[in-house]
């Protein structure tokens, strides 16, 4: 699997848009790209994906650069809710089940008032 | 919310002692998997399940071991407690190729 690499933590005002970047520069062209956050003391959960086109769901934006070296996870009106860790991951998508999910340190963002 | 359900949520028990841990979904995904979280290691694939009576090993699986007699149902046994497996376990499950669903968690004190 590709090895990404977070900032360890980031603060964002209540409000405003919040930017967390990963860098995956050896992903393979047949990976993707993961985002999960944990808030504290709860079980992962699932954000959002892409291969290589921009994404957007009713939680947030993906933008993958054109090499797909990096990436962008972008919460666009940040509430305190969203204080958690946010994990990128890079991975095969695979309907055989074996894969595991390698969660690395994320990053902890911190939603101030 | 793939309706996972994990009990007991908080376990004390003494070294030596068999413990196990259940998850149980509502949404009948095939793929089924166990992890547990330390500081320090992020999450650790323990076993996973692809259908009924389907298991396979994870990255950590010594000391465990699981079992899956019904869809619903994935169970993660420890057969002798030890301290080096306290830590907070997650099942999580999965339908198609892409995400995965995570439950609660289960805190597990050994002693």
């Known amino acids: 699997d590709a090895k990404t690499t977070q900032p360890t933590s980031m603060d964002c005002a209540e409000g405003r848009a919040a930017n967390l970047p990963c860098n995956h520069s050896?992903?393979?062209?047949?990976?993707?790209v993961y985002w999960y956050r944990q808030i504290h003391s709860q079980g992962p959960q699932y954000i959002i994906h892409g291969l290589k086109n921009n994404e957007t769901n009713e939680m947030a934006s993906l933008i993958i650069t054109e090499d797909r070296k990096s990436s962008t996870l972008i919460l666009p009106h940040a509430t305190l809710r969203d204080t958690a860790v946010y994990y990128c991951i890079v991975r095969f998508a695979s309907n055989f089940g074996n894969e595991k999910l390698t969660f690395g340190t994320g990053t902890r963002l911190t939603i101030i008032p | 919310d793939a309706g996972i359900t994990q009990s007991p949520r908080h376990k004390v028990t003494e070294t030596g002692t068999p413990v196990t841990l259940r998850c149980h979904q509502t949404e009948n995904h095939r793929y089924m998997y166990w992890y547990r979280q330390d500081p320090g290691h992020g999450l650790r694939l323990i076993h996973y399940?692809?259908?009924?009576?389907?298991?396979d090993k994870g990255e950590v699986s010594d000391g465990y071991s699981v079992s899956r007699s019904k869809t619903e149902d994935f169970l993660l046994t420890l057969e002798s407690a030890t301290s080096s497996q306290t830590s907070v376990y997650f099942c999580?499950?999965?339908?198609?190729?892409?995400?995965?669903?995570f439950g609660p968690g289960t805190r597990l004190t050994v002693t």
């Open positions: 399940s692809y259908g009924v009576k389907d298991t």
């Open positions: 999580a499950t999965k339908d198609g190729a892409y995400e995965q669903y």
């Open positions: 050896t992903i393979s062209g047949n990976e993707y």
